[in-house]
């Protein structure tokens, strides 16, 4: 295998670079996160195009540096086995799992607010006038209780970040170099890559279903996490069984 980036790694590290900058540089830092995040699909915000955009989208420089030094890490190393199109299929088929995943995730919290909301009355139309023009009824909040803020944090949502695409990549790494030890920065104790990268999913999957956070900011969307990991399983798992040549396309 060589060493460097490859060439698959270095067209997605420069894509998302370029998005990074143009955010800050056009439109006064809200352009292109209006144009190119992912919103709910019930928000107006919503355009289908955002579905593959998010994914080149950054929040901060802690946020796309440690997605890309990610990508960099494992990518390379599963390119050189996947081969380029293999690769960039793989990479964005895991993006694309991530977010049907979480986008699945979010409208089971949407409607379970919006359908007690129904039952008590409301107008499912006025509902979602209130709520596409940035407002709600503070009568909500009594009669939706905890819910409250799960119902508007859902509609009112917007995913940027390529960590669903990664974790599918550090699942494909995993699967094919399941000896590799892996460390995390904070915990500098080599564990092999077929417990490390379980591990990982499973504090994702925890942190999903409790808002606890154990190692990322509590904003990160956890389910799109296990949504790109699952994803990257399930292709793994396709191809191996599915082809003479268990991985590479030439």
Request: hydrophobic share 55%; charged share 10%.
């Amino acid at each position: 295998m060589r060493l460097g980036i490859t060439d698959a790694v270095k067209h997605l590290l420069i894509i998302n670079v370029l998005m990074f900058i143009g955010t800050l540089a056009i439109g006064g830092g809200e352009l292109f996160y209006q144009l190119f995040s992912l919103y709910f699909p019930k928000n107006e915000m919503f355009q289908p195009w955002q579905v593959l955009t998010h994914m080149f989208m950054h929040g901060s420089i802690g946020h796309i540096f440690f997605n890309m030094f990610a990508l960099w890490m494992f990518g390379t190393t599963v390119e050189q086995v996947f081969g380029f199109k293999k690769f960039l299929t793989f990479y964005l088929l895991s993006g694309l799992g991530a977010a049907i995943i979480q986008i699945a995730f979010l409208y089971f919290q949407f409607n379970s607010g919006f359908t007690t909301l129904i039952e008590a009355g409301f107008s499912d139309v006025d509902i979602m006038n209130l709520l596409n023009e940035g407002k709600y009824n503070e009568a909500w909040r009594s009669i939706l209780g905890t819910d409250f803020n799960t119902f508007l944090g859902a509609f009112f949502s917007q995913m940027v970040g390529a960590s669903g695409a990664i974790m599918g990549v550090l699942v494909a790494f995993g699967m094919l170099f399941p000896e590799s030890k892996l460390m995390l920065i904070f915990l500098p104790i080599p564990i092999k890559a077929k417990y490390f990268i379980p591990g990982i999913i499973a504090l994702d999957l925890i942190s999903a279903l409790t808002g606890t956070s154990f190692f990322s900011p509590s904003n990160t969307a956890f389910i799109a996490h296990v949504g790109g990991a699952l994803t990257g399983f399930l292709l793994m798992w396709f191809w191996k069984k599915n082809e003479t040549d268990k991985y590479r396309w030439n």
